[in-house]
């Protein structure tokens, strides 16, 4: 992989220099190494007081979500996203969805619980914050998925994308934005904390990803059916012979936002239910631990009486049970059967 500077001379986009073109972007490199350190500490400190953390969810957390990020802001996505609009419309999804789907996956809430002193400042305040009323109302699903809609719609339909890509600080701020606003719908769907209400089961949360997945779906069927370009004034200007006409360009990243937006659907549906199938089996086996605390507390049954031999030398607990009651009833019950039937003149009763 060979660092491409961002430049005016940049070649043709090919499949290869996407792949091959790569800069340096010193915010996103610290932001992937503070959220990277701090859950490897969290593993670690988890690791020295004999505790096991998932290797899973820690690959999931660096390969998808630092991952993401990582491509997202220093690929050739990066280095493409000032003259070519869809490198730019896969950046922003890649940071809206699919980081976000990866951070959460990771579980990092509960792993920063876990790790840290629950008597010590640090984790009382975490705990402060996640039962705050601040980020309860961020996180409720229809301001979560109201923000994620207008945060794509504003980005692409305002002077806000064209001035972000003329100053770098604010494509910059566009990038954290994008992460998350993502976060703030995805977190708590897969998340063991309850930053959710009571009445958001894994049922509704799963009918809510569906729904989700309809309302991702919007910012890319409007960018690719808009009459009106997209930072028009800017990618014309940097337009080139071999690009994409400014249409054709809009075009193929508004079906690609689509696309990927449809594409994560499923995933992020199927790891909601993986986190049902997993919280059902908690919740199983908690019960069946309480019912073994309360059989174990229950009264003690009574010391039997010792047994007294008869006259015969046998214990009387060993003795055969009474006769009478182990014979059946037509035998013991002889005089009564024989009553009902002379009463009733045979048997036969009377007309």
Not at 58 to 86: C, K, N, P, Q, R
Not at 222 to 243: C, E, F, I, K, N
Request: charge should be neutral; glycine fraction near 10%; aromatic fraction near 8%.
């Amino acid at each position: 992989m060979t660092p491409t500077p961002l430049s005016a001379g940049l070649p043709e986009l090919t499949a290869a220099r996407l792949a091959d073109s790569w800069q340096l972007d010193p915010y996103a490199l610290a932001l992937v190494l503070l959220l990277g350190g701090l859950y490897a500490w969290g593993v670690v400190r988890l690791a020295r007081r004999g505790e096991r953390w998932p290797v899973a969810r820690s690959a999931v957390f660096a390969g998808i979500g630092l991952g993401a990020i990582t491509v997202a802001t220093m690929s050739g996505l990066a280095v493409y996203d000032h003259e070519l609009f869809w490198p730019a419309a896969v950046q922003n999804i890649v940071l809206d969805l699919i980081a976000p789907l990866g951070l959460a996956l990771g579980d990092p809430l509960a792993l920063a619980l876990r790790a840290l002193d629950e008597r010590s400042p640090t984790a009382r305040r975490l705990r402060g914050a996640l039962s705050g009323r601040p980020l309860r109302l961020l996180t409720f699903p229809l301001v979560s998925t109201v923000l994620v809609l207008a945060s794509e719609l504003a980005i692409y339909f305002t002077p806000y994308f064209t001035t972000a890509l003329r100053h770098g600080p604010l494509h910059e701020l566009m990038y954290l934005q994008l992460l998350v606003v993502g976060t703030l719908f995805v977190l708590p769907m897969l998340t063991r904390e309850a930053l959710l209400p009571t009445w958001c089961s894994h049922p509704v949360r799963a009918l809510l990803v569906l729904v989700d997945g309809l309302v991702d779906s919007v910012p890319g069927i409007v960018v690719m059916t808009s009459g009106t370009l997209v930072a028009g004034g800017w990618y014309t200007a940097h337009h080139r012979p071999w690009d994409p006409s400014p249409q054709r360009d809009q075009m193929i990243g508004g079906g690609l936002m689509l696309t990927l937006a449809e594409l994560i659907g499923l995933p992020f549906l199927i790891a909601v239910f993986a986190e049902w199938v997993r919280s059902e089996r908690g919740r199983t086996a908690a019960l069946d631990a309480r019912l073994d605390r309360e059989l174990a507390t229950a009264a003690p049954v009574p010391p039997s009486t010792p047994a007294v031999p008869d006259a015969t030398g046998t214990p009387a607990d060993t003795k055969a049970p009474h006769p009478e009651l182990t014979r059946p009833w037509w035998e013991t019950d002889q005089g009564a059967v024989g009553e009902r039937y002379r009463r009733g003149g045979g048997g036969a009763p009377r007309g």
